[in-house]
């Protein structure tokens, strides 16, 4: 049997990215699982994992990875990177027509590329098996409060970047002293939960919808809403989420009885382009809008939060949304503002933690299926492309690529 040969990709896009598909020892276990394989690492300055990690491992270090059939990496390769005619594993944000991807989608499909795309991989029940859902979350939310403490000059602690791992960042949450603030929390999946580990881990209390509605507490809660809790069928009938995430467009937004008790405000809800965007910008300018930071983890632009008008970096993780001018200014230079955090590669900021995590699920739930003949069609389902055109799944697709 011919040997196969997987490539760790170097993270091209910028800004850098530290995390990896595929940590050194998770490296190893593939080689050791599947003898016929190969496992090879691209040189990199920036990834968490150093060469000789892999090195020592017993991972080749190479300059090219013109000799791999796979390539996995994790966010988009830039277009001048793509080598055509091999299968790529990676982040694409092309699946909901983003512009800023078309460039990389017609790359693909000039190339004779083979996309998978991770958002895309999922079991036969159409649940996903592979994400970085839990760390977004993690960081997402400390993010949150660090840029609520940040506004109002309440604590001084590190930046999740700043700290080692988890366990370090665990430190800091009980140096985190909040007034009786109210904090939303929308999602209900990897991300949610991943965000509600902070907050309990700071000591915030969970509280009902309704309570978070009317009732005054004397100390920091948190209420988390369901799709279901600030989503209401236009014809008036009852709330089901089948329809909901079937037909989203039959919906309209109730989100803004919560944002007069509101102080800040966690997204981490997947939002379809077709669903009620959260609120609009005319709401933001009512008197009646308490929320005054928005850590936007999904980082929509221009999506279901009009806050989020460009993402964020972790080295400049804020800036202020001026909703009177529709417009983007420095971070905390104005009381009637919106501080904005919303930077799109969060798992990025526990990057060890993040890629053992990611490498894990990647090798039991992916890898082996790619390798011995994807019999559950895991890989199929994840193909946005092969052979110069959008695999049959995806070709709804084609309008944005035709730039259309």
Same mark, same amino acid.
């Given at each position: 049997m011919d040997k196969l040969k997987i490539g760790i990709i170097r993270e091209g896009k910028v800004p850098t990215d530290k995390r990896v598909a595929l940590p050194p020892s998770h490296a190893r276990k593939v080689q050791e699982m599947f003898p016929h394989v190969e496992v090879v690492a691209q040189k990199s300055e920036i990834r968490c994992y150093n060469d000789d990690e892999y090195r020592?491992?017993?991972?080749?270090?190479?300059?090219?990875?013109?000799?791999c059939d796979v390539v996995i990496g994790v966010k988009e390769v830039p277009v001048s990177d793509l080598c055509a005619e091999k299968t790529y594993f990676f982040f694409s944000h092309t699946i909901k027509k983003q512009e800023y991807n078309r460039g990389l989608l017609r790359e693909v499909i000039r190339?004779?590329?083979?996309?998978?795309?991770?958002?895309?991989?999922?079991?036969? @029940?159409?649940?996903?098996?592979?994400?970085?859902?839990?760390?977004?979350? *993690?960081?997402? &939310? $400390?993010?949150?409060?660090? +840029?609520?403490?940040?506004?109002?000059?309440?604590?001084?602690?590190?930046?999740?970047?700043d700290c080692f791992d988890l366990e370090d960042l665990k430190s800091e949450l009980a140096k985190i002293d909040l007034p009786p603030v109210k904090i939303l929390l929308t999602g209900g999946g990897r991300v949610a939960k991943g965000a509600i580990e902070v907050l309990t881990g700071i000591g915030?209390?969970?509280?009902?919808?309704?309570?978070?509605?009317?009732?005054?507490?004397?100390?920091?809660?948190?209420?988390?809403?369901?799709?279901?809790?600030?989503?209401?069928?236009?014809?008036?009938?009852?709330?089901?989420?089948?329809?909901?995430?079937g037909s989203p467009?039959?919906?309209? @937004?109730?989100?803004?009885?919560?944002?007069?008790?509101?102080?800040?405000? *966690?997204?981490? &809800? $997947?939002?379809?382009?077709? +669903?009620?965007a959260l609120?609009?910008?005319?709401?933001?300018?009512?008197?009646?809008?308490?929320?005054?930071?928005?850590?936007?983890?999904?980082?929509d632009i221009d999506g279901s939060i009009p806050s989020t008008k460009q993402a964020s970096t972790i080295g400049e993780p804020l800036y202020d949304y001026n909703p009177c001018d529709d417009r983007v200014e420095p971070p905390l230079t104005d009381e009637g503002n919106i501080t904005v955090m919303a930077v799109d590669n969060l798992p990025c900021e526990l990057a060890r933690d993040?890629?053992?995590?990611?490498?894990?699920?990647?090798?039991?739930?992916?890898?082996?299926?790619?390798?011995?003949?994807?019999?559950?069609?895991?890989?199929?389902?994840?193909?946005?492309?092969?052979?110069?055109?959008?695999?049959?799944?995806?070709?709804?697709?084609?309008?944005?690529?035709?730039?259309?």
């Amino acid at each position: 049997m011919d040997k196969l040969k997987i490539g760790i990709i170097r993270e091209g896009k910028v800004p850098t990215d530290k995390r990896v598909a595929l940590p050194p020892s998770h490296a190893r276990k593939v080689q050791e699982m599947f003898p016929h394989v190969e496992v090879v690492a691209q040189k990199s300055e920036i990834r968490c994992y150093n060469d000789d990690e892999y090195r020592q491992a017993g991972i080749r270090v190479v300059d090219s990875l013109d000799e791999c059939d796979v390539v996995i990496g994790v966010k988009e390769v830039p277009v001048s990177d793509l080598c055509a005619e091999k299968t790529y594993f990676f982040f694409s944000h092309t699946i909901k027509k983003q512009e800023y991807n078309r460039g990389l989608l017609r790359e693909v499909i000039r190339k004779n590329i083979t996309l998978v795309d991770y958002e895309t991989i999922t079991d036969q @029940s159409g649940k996903r098996v592979i994400a970085f859902g839990r760390w977004a979350g *993690i960081v997402g &939310a $400390y993010n949150g409060v660090w +840029a609520y403490g940040q506004r109002y000059n309440l604590f001084d602690t590190r930046r999740a970047c700043d700290c080692f791992d988890l366990e370090d960042l665990k430190s800091e949450l009980a140096k985190i002293d909040l007034p009786p603030v109210k904090i939303l929390l929308t999602g209900g999946g990897r991300v949610a939960k991943g965000a509600i580990e902070v907050l309990t881990g700071i000591g915030v209390r969970r509280v009902t919808p309704r309570q978070f509605r009317e009732e005054y507490f004397d100390f920091p809660v948190f209420a988390l809403l369901n799709a279901r809790d600030y989503n209401l069928r236009k014809d008036g009938g009852e709330f089901s989420r089948t329809t909901f995430y079937g037909s989203p467009q039959q919906f309209e @937004s109730n989100f803004l009885q919560y944002s007069s008790a509101a102080d800040l405000l *966690i997204a981490s &809800a $997947y939002w379809d382009p077709k +669903a009620p965007a959260l609120f609009e910008r005319k709401d933001i300018m009512s008197d009646d809008f308490k929320i005054a930071v928005i850590a936007d983890i999904t980082c929509d632009i221009d999506g279901s939060i009009p806050s989020t008008k460009q993402a964020s970096t972790i080295g400049e993780p804020l800036y202020d949304y001026n909703p009177c001018d529709d417009r983007v200014e420095p971070p905390l230079t104005d009381e009637g503002n919106i501080t904005v955090m919303a930077v799109d590669n969060l798992p990025c900021e526990l990057a060890r933690d993040a890629s053992e995590s990611f490498g894990t699920m990647l090798l039991n739930n992916v890898l082996p299926e790619l390798i011995t003949g994807d019999k559950n069609g895991i890989i199929e389902r994840a193909t946005i492309a092969r052979g110069g055109k959008l695999n049959e799944r995806y070709t709804y697709l084609q309008d944005y690529v035709d730039g259309n």
